[in-house]
């Protein structure tokens, strides 16, 4: 069965610093994988996801994502952290035919000004 | 385009009391999927609903029951609530099932078993 651990339940960083969000997956199968982030008292938005098209995924608001096989991560990188980035981020990925979702625990992200 | 619409957005419950949960999808999506996230943890995937019929179900208790009209909206029973019920209920829609599909996410329900 698919699996995602996200590494660090909570992450700091300062305004204008590299943002890191690791996630580690276990597959079977290729996998998909998918990262969301949640803001307080709302649901889940869609960051990125990866299809097997391309390695390094872009997505919304700056972020991307690169998947490395070899090490099972598909860890959330931010060159530049900005305020509005704090919130929860989720790793997840798909299984099953119908396309269910596994989703890590979370890690918080703050930004400090 | 609304997006994903869940009613009601907060309620509180006593144990052993029954509840429902509604939601409508996204326009155009058919197929709806119910997460459970309890404080602290990611969203744990309750069952999933395409052409009225529940096609896959998580690791959750009979008591956990779902419904999908025609229009595709739907619902989500509890029966026999416990404590450890009380959670965030999140609703999400796509336009088809697969594991490439993106699901689109409401805001949730959030519901407290006192």
């Known amino acids: 069965a698919q699996s995602v651990t996200q590494l660090g339940s909570h992450v700091s960083v300062s305004e204008g610093a590299l943002v890191l969000l690791r996630c580690n997956y276990s597959s079977s199968v290729p996998p998909y994988l998918f990262w969301y982030v949640q803001y307080p008292n709302q649901g889940l938005q869609l960051l990125l996801k990866y299809t097997s098209a391309a390695t390094l995924v872009k997505g919304i608001n700056g972020f991307e994502a690169e998947f490395k096989k070899s090490e099972t991560s598909f860890h959330l990188t931010k060159p530049s952290a900005h305020m509005s980035d704090a919130a929860e981020y989720f790793c997840a990925v798909s299984e099953g035919s119908q396309g269910n979702l596994i989703f890590g625990k979370g890690t918080k992200l703050s930004v400090k000004p | 385009d609304a997006g994903v619409t869940q009613s009601p957005t907060h309620l509180i419950k006593t144990r052993g009391q029954q509840v429902t949960l509604r939601c409508s999808p996204k326009s155009g999506h058919d197929t709806v999927s119910w997460y459970q996230q309890a404080l602290g943890q990611g969203p744990q995937f309750i069952f999933q609903?395409?052409?009225?019929?529940?096609?896959q179900r998580g690791n959750f208790p009979d008591r956990f029951s779902g419904h999908q009209f025609p229009n595709y909206s739907s619902e989500l029973n509890v029966n026999a609530l416990l404590l450890g019920d009380s959670a965030l209920y999140l609703c999400?829609?796509?336009?088809?099932?697969?594991?490439?599909?993106?699901?689109?996410f409401g805001q949730g329900t959030r519901l407290t078993v006192v």
């Open positions: 999400a829609s796509s336009p088809e099932t697969g594991m490439n599909t993106e699901a689109f």
């Open positions: 609903y395409y052409e009225e019929e529940e096609r």
